[in-house]
């Protein structure tokens, strides 16, 4: 079991100061939403929004963790990538499912986690050494702690590399055995409209095969209902890192096989998270 950090820092310190930093956050956010959201700027597209409680909840963590961990780098959702010299990068999502948190809807949360090295490579390095200027990259890096606090259901999930994922002190478990006909999966639709095009011509080939289909909104908390085994499994396309950083670690350590469609990597070009069973079967329904 892997129990400190490349640095030598133990793991449930990390997760110590992740969960802390993540129920802070989430206590800004929650305690001080205003009856009425306003929508501070749109982003990607015209549906992808951000409000003032994004940026005000991005700053206090950032402040937070840079206080405690000069050293780290870090990656936000609202405010970019700083480079640290750690080899540690602390990624944030300061409110997943901004749209739920919008509109009052009760699904949304923080997001940390902290990744060791995966630094992205300079074009054309190959697979030289990262470069440190660049954001930490999925496709390389390894999450070692991760915390999802959900502020309005006062639930908080928690993973360590290795050393299980917890809901309230509680070990968390998939679902195993489950047929694709029996299976409660949960997806989501990016802000871009040709890939929410796509979206609903693969949600219309597989809703008739499965038990139902979910759509909460928030990418990390449909990743920790799969731990938990609230639903069976989640998949979908477009996610940013800081999306699903955090959730992912605590998925894997509950049990649940991570991969993009191809079986390859997770990532923003696909990821999708079930019990070892039913993976490689929802796997080829997405795949076909
Ligand atoms: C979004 C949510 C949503 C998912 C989108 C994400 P945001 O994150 O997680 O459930 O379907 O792909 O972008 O914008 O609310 O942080
Ligand atoms: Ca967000």
């Known amino acids: ?3 400190t950090a490349p640095d030598g820092t133990p793991l449930r310190e990390l997760l110590a100061l992740a969960e802390r930093t993540a129920r802070e956050a989430g206590a800004l956010i929650h305690d001080g939403r205003p009856r009425r959201v306003e929508v501070a700027a749109t982003k990607s597209s015209p549906t992808d929004v951000v409000t ?3 940026t005000a909840s991005e700053a206090l963590v950032l402040q937070r963790l840079t206080a405690a961990r000069p050293q780290d780098g870090f990656l936000g959702e609202e405010s970019g990538h ?5 080899g540690l990068t602390w990624v944030v999502d300061p409110i997943d499912g901004t749209v739920n948190y919008l509109y009052g809807i009760r699904a949304y949360a923080v997001s940390v986690a902290l990744v060791a090295d995966g630094g992205a490579r300079p074009p054309g390095a190959g697979a030289g050494p990262p470069d440190p200027a660049l954001p930490p990259d999925p496709a390389r ?4 702690v991760g915390c999802v606090h959900d502020p309005a259901g ?12 917890h809901l309230g002190g509680h070990p968390l478990h998939v679902t195993e055995g489950v047929e694709l006909a029996g299976a409660l999966v949960a997806t989501g639709f990016g802000y871009d409209a040709a890939r929410r095009a796509e979206q609903a011509a693969v ?3 597989l809703l008739p095969r499965v038990r139902d289909l979910r759509r909460i909104g928030t990418a990390s908390l449909d990743l920790c209902a799969v731990a938990a ?10 996610l940013k890192p800081w999306d699903f950083a955090a959730a992912v670690l605590v998925a894997t350590e509950a049990g649940a096989v991570v991969t993009d469609f191809a079986g390859g990597r997770a990532g923003e070009h ?3 998270a079930a019990g070892g069973r039913l993976h490689p079967v929802l796997r080829e329904a997405l795949e076909s």
Do not use: C, F, I, K
């Open 203 to 205: 949600v219309a080939r």
């Open 270 to 272: 696909g990821l999708l």
């Open 229 to 238: 085994g609230r639903v069976d499994a989640y998949y979908e396309r477009g």
């Open 154 to 165: 006062g639930e908080t999930w928690t993973a360590t590399l290795g050393g299980g994922a």
């Open 141 to 144: 890096w390894q999450p070692l």
């Open 52 to 54: 003032a409680m994004d």
């Open 82 to 86: 700083r480079p640290g010299r750690s």
């Open 1 to 3: 079991m892997t129990t």
